[in-house]
């Protein structure tokens, strides 16, 4: 079975690069396909107050048996669960939820900075960190400008920033300021969810590897040094988007890839983001 490389995070724990996004993964559906996302060898699963299916992810992996400590959870507190108290009990709802003794990552979901109440989310989240309840805390669609606010205060730097990124959106800027302050970058809709796969240069690299665009766009991804989380509820192509580890595109084709980007996003901005 292969294994998807570990990546260190600046809190010590390591994170499999290549995890399941289940956005949109239903409640009747979850509990299955987390399980066989498990056998075909995944070990990460991002999930979110939000997907409505952190109680399905912490079941299927009680089911498996697979030992915890090699499983890595992500989970994340909604836009209305800002503020201390109310991110306190938000990450409180979701380790119990989850029901796999702690979590791995808990992230804040956007910054939503028409709340302005990041900053002490943020504070609930290094509490939390004290607690054992949750190893590793990160963000999410935070921007250079809401990670300079946020750590002129903070006492622990994000270990992720989990960002909407794919051909069309490489965050060139944000990647260079992540890595300067230790802090990982983690793709969001890593193949742009489906929407230019059938993009000509895509195509004929696909086409030179034996591979499909999407494992291309996933091998991009890792080759670029991001975490990447991308979603199927197809089985097949679950198998498909983890067997991306036998390949390697060369230096011509991700300088095409790069050639793709228009820093364009598919998502909501997250400064418009409430
Ligand atoms: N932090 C945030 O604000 C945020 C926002 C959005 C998403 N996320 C996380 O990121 C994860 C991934 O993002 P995403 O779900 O928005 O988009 P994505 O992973 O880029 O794309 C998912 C779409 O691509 C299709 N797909 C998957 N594998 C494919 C393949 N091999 N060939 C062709 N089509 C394929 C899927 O369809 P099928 O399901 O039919 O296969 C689905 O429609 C989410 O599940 C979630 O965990 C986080």
């Known amino acids: 079975m292969s294994k998807s490389p570990l990546i260190t995070l600046n809190s010590g724990f390591t994170m499999p690069q290549l995890g399941l996004g289940v956005y949109k993964v239903?409640?009747?559906?979850?509990?299955?396909?987390?399980?066989?996302?498990?056998?075909?060898?995944?070990?990460?699963?991002?999930?979110?107050?939000?997907?409505?299916?952190?109680?399905?992810?912490g079941a299927a992996i009680r089911k498996s048996k697979i030992d915890r400590e090699e499983i890595f959870v992500t989970t994340k507190i909604w836009n209305d669960r800002h503020g201390y108290e109310n991110a306190a009990e938000a990450i409180q709802e979701s380790v119990d939820r989850l029901n796999v003794g702690y979590v791995d990552m808990m992230l804040i979901h956007w910054p939503c900075p028409k709340q302005d109440k990041y900053v002490e989310t943020w504070r609930a989240l290094e509490d939390a960190l004290s607690?054992?309840?949750?190893?590793?805390?990160?963000?999410?669609?935070?921007?250079?400008?809401?990670?300079?606010?946020?750590?002129a205060t903070a006492t622990v730097t994000p270990a992720i920033d989990q960002v909407e990124m794919h051909p069309q959106l490489a965050n060139v800027e944000l990647r260079a300021f992540n890595k300067a302050h230790g802090i990982a970058t983690e793709a969001w809709a890593p193949l742009g969810r489906a929407r230019f796969l059938d993009n000509p240069v895509l195509g004929e690299i696909a086409a030179r590897q034996g591979k499909s665009?999407?494992?291309?766009?996933?091998?991009?991804?890792?080759?670029?040094?991001?975490?990447?989380?991308?979603?199927?509820?197809?089985?097949?192509?679950?198998?498909?988007?983890?067997?991306?580890?036998?390949f390697a595109l060369t230096e011509e084709d991700m300088a095409e890839i790069a050639a793709l980007n228009t820093e364009t996003r598919i998502a909501t901005h997250p400064d418009d983001m409430n």
């Open 26 to 57: 239903g409640q009747d559906i979850a509990v299955n396909l987390v399980s066989l996302a498990l056998e075909i060898g995944y070990r990460r699963i991002d999930t979110a107050a939000l997907y409505d299916n952190e109680f399905e992810v």
């Open 131 to 151: 607690t054992g309840k949750v190893r590793s805390i990160g963000v999410s669609n935070f921007l250079p400008h809401h990670l300079e606010k946020l750590l």
């Open 213 to 246: 665009p999407a494992q291309v766009v996933i091998r991009w991804h890792l080759q670029l040094g991001n975490l990447v989380i991308p979603k199927s509820s197809k089985p097949q192509r679950l198998e498909e988007n983890f067997d991306v580890f036998g």
